[in-house]
Structures are given as C-alpha cells and as structure tokens.
C-alpha cells in the first residue's frame, strides 16, 4: 500500500486507464481538495462547483481509455476543469468573459470565513485572510485562474498556460499581474 501512495500521478492514470480502479480513488484522494477550491473560487457558487466538480472527474472517467502522458497529471486535470468552466460561462447569460480586466469576478463571501474560522487564530489573521480572498476575487477572472492553478496544484507557468490553452508568456504575464495586485492590496491592509 506505501508503495501506492508513492505512485506518480501519471503512473496512476495509466493504472486506472488499464482498469486499476483503486489508482483512480489515489487520484481522487489527491487531487478532489484542490480541484474543488479552485472551481468553487472560480465560479464562486457551492452548489455550481459541486456541479462542475462532479462533471470534471466524470469527463476523466469518460476519457480514461485515450489517456497517454503529454504533461503532468495535475495539468490534464485542470485542462479538463478550465474546459468544463469555459462550458459553464457559455451557458450564462453573460458568457465568457470577454475582458479580464475588468474586475467583474464572482463573489467569494461565503468562502472568506471558511479556513479562517478557527477560535485559536487571533482577529488580526482572520482579517488578513478576508482581504486575500477578496482580493483574490476581485482580480479579472484570467489572472484569478492563474493564480489559483499556481497556488492549489503547484502548477508552473508552462502547465497553467497548457491547462487554459494560452502561450507561455501570457500565462506569466497573467501570474505577474495577480502577484502584483494581491501583493499591493495585501500592503495596503497594513
């Protein structure tokens, strides 16, 4: 079983795709957390990320016997979740977002208090997680995406640009940018 836990990613898949159906629950275990806060602050409603969650790990069951290794594991799987939010933001009446400069993202009130609720942490850290989170929302929604994917699969630049189907340099201009304006308004709160 330690050996399991060890597998790679990619290694797992492969397992599941070859009918191995404990590697997919390794996966699921791995990755449902993560994967899950980034659709719920990406769309910014519970019950529309638990959708979404759901259809995302269906559409990798679905597509488990063309799967070969391109990238790592994590990017195929936010590929899918970007893919699945693209889906969702068409269905909207508004659509995709047309401009990411903006500022036009979904709210986060429900989620702001939801890490920080802990009676042992003292008010000045509850505030500080409040003002990112709101500032996490604020940001236009391709810089919001980027940041996310960084910060909940440790992705680098190279695997959130192939995972939201962008170049390079626009994923890391993108990155720069919420860097820069949760790093700006996390000093104007001090």
């Given at each position: 079983?330690?050996?399991?836990?060890?597998?790679?990613?990619?290694?797992?898949?492969?397992?599941?795709?070859?009918?191995?159906?404990?590697a997919f629950d390794l996966l699921y275990a791995r990755h449902r957390g993560g994967l899950f806060r980034y659709l719920l602050r990406q769309c910014g409603e519970r019950s529309v990320a638990e959708e979404l969650f759901q259809e995302v790990w269906m559409n990798l069951i679905r597509a488990r016997r063309t799967y070969t290794v391109q990238a790592r594991f994590t990017t195929y799987l936010y590929r899918l979740a970007h893919n699945r939010l693209i889906d969702h933001y068409r269905s909207q009446a508004r659509g995709v977002p047309v401009s990411f400069d903006d500022g036009n993202g979904p709210p986060l009130d429900a989620i702001a208090g939801s890490r920080s609720d802990d009676p042992a942490l003292g008010a000045d850290l509850r505030q500080q997680a409040q003002r990112?989170?709101?500032?996490?929302?604020?940001l236009p929604q391709a810089q919001r995406e980027a940041f996310l994917l960084q910060q909940e699969s440790d992705m680098s630049v190279e695997e959130i640009a192939q995972a939201t189907g962008v170049s390079h340099e626009t994923a890391k201009s993108r990155l720069r940018y919420a860097t820069a304006k949760l790093r700006a308004g996390m000093q104007e709160f001090r």
């Open positions: 079983m330690a050996a399991e836990q060890n597998s790679g990613d990619e290694a797992l898949m492969e397992r599941y795709r070859d009918g191995d159906a404990g990112l989170l709101r500032l996490i929302t604020a």
